[in-house]
């Protein structure tokens, strides 16, 4: 009676585990990285090959035809396949793009000064630097995935002279093969540069015969300068086709202008060079 029992109580349970799990249909892509994605195929370009896909758990990718090697369509399977969190994650194709950063420079400015018979010497001889730390805003848009041009710029926030900013027409080539979630991309960038800094000359004090005295005037000088530069940067994917770069730019000014805030009627003799490197982190969105 008790074995009766028993076997009554457990038929449920032993019930429940002779049903077979309702099969799950998947389209299948095999990614060039070895990793497989499970979901569904939404769009399909049969021109270039590219892929717009859902996996199962509702993420989207955009992949191109570099990137995976085949895939299969309506695949079915017992049982729900487990999907892994290391896929390479999706990146953007002809978005828009947003990014806020920081931009710490290493601006050189070479005022290219010649002594006459007043201004006898300058304090700022040769390329000296400047180090100021700026905030960076910009927006660009991606042209067929390699490609991105955009407008950027960058005002000082510490450090640096008296005042700095600067406005970029940028253009980058991203050259990786997307197999992974870090983008390696060559950076070039157009842009104008300004800059106020105070300049110091030694001059002869002639009202003090027969031995004059060096005396010193300092101006406020403005200097704004068009420069070209290109670099190396990489940039870390991640969720929603958000993204962090990291970029580092050398650039050579092409020409540069200047003038000073005084009213002396005889002016110092100069020649504005500008050279120099800038270290770039932005978060894109």
């Known amino acids: 009676m008790k074995s009766l029992v028993f076997l009554l109580l457990l038929m449920p349970f032993l019930t429940f585990a002779q049903v077979t799990k309702k099969p799950v249909v998947y389209d299948v892509v095999h990614l060039k990285t070895g990793k497989i994605l499970f979901g569904e195929i939404l769009e399909f370009n049969q021109k270039d090959g590219d892929l717009t896909f859902r996996d199962e758990y509702n993420r989207m990718y955009s992949l191109s035809r570099e990137m995976y090697d085949y895939f299969e369509e309506d695949k079915v399977y017992q049982k729900r396949v487990k999907n892994v969190d290391s896929l390479v994650r999706a990146r953007k194709i002809d978005e828009l793009d947003f990014h806020v950063g920081l931009n710490t420079l290493f601006a050189g400015i070479d005022p290219g000064f010649k002594p006459d018979n007043y201004y006898l010497s300058s304090n700022g001889n040769g390329m000296f630097f400047y180090t100021p730390i700026c905030l960076s805003l910009g927006v660009g848009k991606y ?58 000359f030694q001059v002869a004090d002639l009202t003090m015969p027969p031995f004059p005295i060096n005396t010193e005037k300092t101006f406020e000088t403005n200097v704004s300068s068009l ?52 270290l770039k982190l932005s978060y894109h969105f």
Do not use: C, W
């Open 143 to 200: 042209l067929q995935r390699q490609h991105y041009v955009g407008l950027s710029a960058d005002i000082k926030a510490i450090g640096g002279p008296n005042s700095f900013s600067q406005y970029n027409l940028n253009y980058r080539f991203q050259y990786d093969a997307m197999k992974n979630n870090v983008a390696r991309y060559i950076p070039i960038t157009l842009g104008f540069q300004n800059l106020a800094s105070d300049e110091t």
């Open 227 to 278: 420069y070209l530069g290109v670099g190396h940067g990489f940039s870390f994917i991640g969720k929603d086709l958000h993204y962090f770069n990291l970029e580092i730019l050398f650039y050579k000014g092409l020409f540069a202008k200047h003038s000073l805030i005084t009213n002396e009627l005889t002016l110092p003799s100069l020649n504005y060079q500008t050279a120099g490197a800038q």
